[in-house]
């Protein structure tokens, strides 16, 4: 269990015994409670903000200890303009990535997404609208967007979509139960270019990438703006990131290699 979980439930047990002694002995000094649950508070919107932490979803942030390579992402596509500069990039190099579409562009362009599979990449859900308050929609709202994204990802591509990419990275219980339930995994990243803002340059992109480049590590780019037509730092960023990867002796790892490797038994459990 990751820490954070850990730290989360300890923190809402603590919570409950609070409470009960509250209600026999009395209530404590109002400072007190209200370090308490400004410290709750705080903990939990740690665990909407930082997928990382893994606080309330199962999410694959990193490779194993023994997995080898350096796997590329995108998000916010697909774009008619900036998706096809990325994927030739990609061609050029010899390298894999997956993309995590938007629904409502992919419904748009689907020739697009047709094309990210037939160059050998993989493509997954980014949810159908991008909202950026999905981490505040109640279950209903997050059932009904990632059903319509997953939906329409799969009558484009006729397989079945099973990553996930939360919009903005921001998750909760109800968005990790509601994506468990349709099958969705949730991927996050180790390293992020952070190039989806519009003041980022080419050159923070590169520094940002090179400091997190090492076996394991997941990298978190855009093939394209969330909304708009701006051309992302990470676009134009990306030849310099592969020749990065190949200076470290590194290569590009395809996410789907990974986890089709944790889903194969080992020789001790094949023996059983």
Do not use: Q
């Not at 026999?24 to 705080?42: K, V």
């Not at 748009?108 to 160059?119: F, M, S």
């Amino acid at each position: 269990m990751p820490p954070a979980r850990i730290v989360f439930w300890a923190s809402t047990l603590a919570g409950i015994v609070f409470s009960i002694r509250s209600a026999i002995i009395g209530p404590p000094a109002l400072p007190i409670a209200i370090a308490c649950a400004l410290f709750y508070l705080a903990l939990l919107l740690c665990g909407v903000f930082f997928l990382k932490l893994r606080m309330f979803v199962d999410a694959i942030v990193h490779g194993d200890a023994d997995a080898r390579g350096v796997v590329l992402t995108f998000d916010d596509g697909p774009d008619p303009e900036h998706t096809p500069e990325v994927l030739s990039i990609l061609d050029k190099h010899g390298a894999k990535a997956t993309f995590f579409v938007i629904g409502r562009k992919a419904e748009k362009h689907p020739e697009l997404v047709r094309e990210i599979l037939a160059r050998g990449h993989a493509v997954g859900v980014h949810s159908w609208a991008h909202d950026r308050l999905f981490s505040l929609r109640g279950a209903s709202r997050v059932r009904a967007d990632l059903a319509r994204a997953k939906k329409s990802l799969e009558g484009i591509t006729g397989k079945p979509a099973t990553l996930f990419r939360p919009p903005i990275g921001h998750t909760n219980p109800t968005i990790a139960r509601e994506a468990d339930l349709i099958g969705l995994e949730t991927i996050g990243w180790s390293v992020a270019a952070r190039d989806g803002l519009a003041s980022t340059k080419p050159a923070d992109v590169i520094a940002r990438i090179s400091r997190g480049l090492e076996d394991g590590a997941i990298v978190l780019l855009h093939d394209a703006p969330e909304r708009g037509t701006r051309r992302p730092a990470g676009v134009v960023a990306l030849p310099a990131i592969l020749d990065r990867i190949a200076s470290k002796n590194l290569v590009v790892a395809h996410l789907p290699d990974w986890l089709r490797d944790e889903e194969e038994p080992s020789a001790a459990e094949e023996a059983r």
